[in-house]
């Protein structure tokens, strides 16, 4: 019986969660055994045809180039499933969504004319059809393993999508909003990352995107409290997950 084919494809994007799978190491040798690595660049430059049974797609659309190539990978991947804030939210690069593209584009280069790209970094969801999104950027080692096992069983994987601040609480963490008025995402985000800045005394900064039904407006409510200016609350909810339809709402509401 022929083995599941994978494919791993790279949009706008630093690479980091295509790096998250190859630091899974001994356990990506045993998912290896169970499916044909059919194209995924980063690892090797061996390149089999599609169509694939399963493609992770990293990385976020910001070309017209790039907008057709993923109706076409679309096309020839039975399952496709985003990993990262870029490909799920439109990533760091989303922050464009909110300046004038071509000005920026007369300030960088010398000859703008030569540069094609758009006015917006967007998810990938917002081209083709998705059958998940892994959130993080990062993505979560451990929440990558489950995804590709589960998907490889006919399951639905076991992510969480309760509040960064569930974690905290597991762990143990003294809030740091509570205790030390620090300004922190955790409420609003969803949980993955094992609790990384609190655990160190720094707020969330919302690496894994909004939580299910986050209610930004409610928290944001308690940072003006603590003292946080306008434009402070409008940039706060831009970082990773600029793009993030929540975050970027609430955003813009402070603009």
Request: proline content about 5%; overall charge negative; aromatic content about 6%.
């Amino acid at each position: 019986m022929a083995r599941p084919k994978l494919a791993v494809w790279k949009f706008a994007s630093c690479d980091g969660c295509q790096l998250t799978l190859l630091d899974c190491e001994d356990e990506l040798l045993d998912i290896a055994g169970q499916i044909d690595i059919a194209h995924f660049l980063e690892a090797t430059s061996s390149i089999d045809k599609g169509p694939y049974d399963i493609s992770l797609v990293e990385g976020s659309i910001t070309t017209s180039h790039d907008a057709h190539r993923i109706q076409e990978i679309r096309k020839n991947s039975r399952t496709l499933i985003t990993i990262g804030a870029c490909a799920t939210a439109g990533g760091i690069q989303a922050l464009r969504n909110f300046a004038d593209v071509e000005a920026f584009t007369r300030s960088v280069y010398a000859h703008p004319e030569f540069i094609d790209t758009l006015d917006t970094s967007t998810a990938i969801a917002d081209h083709v059809p998705v059958d998940f999104e892994l959130r993080g950027c990062p993505v979560s080692k451990h929440q990558l393993l489950e995804l590709i096992t589960a998907t490889l069983a006919g399951r639905k994987p076991h992510v969480s999508r309760a509040s960064q601040c569930t974690e905290c609480k597991l762990s143990g963490t003294v809030c740091v909003m509570v205790a030390h008025g620090t300004p922190c995402l955790g409420p609003v985000t969803q949980a993955g990352c094992g609790n990384l800045c609190p655990s160190h005394g720094r707020g969330c900064y919302g690496c894994f995107g909004p939580k299910e039904n986050p209610n930004p407006a409610a928290l944001t409510g308690h940072l003006a409290a603590l003292g946080m200016a306008r434009a402070e609350l409008r940039d706060f909810y831009r970082s990773f997950n600029a793009g993030a339809p929540d975050f970027e709402t609430e955003s813009r509401s402070h603009e």
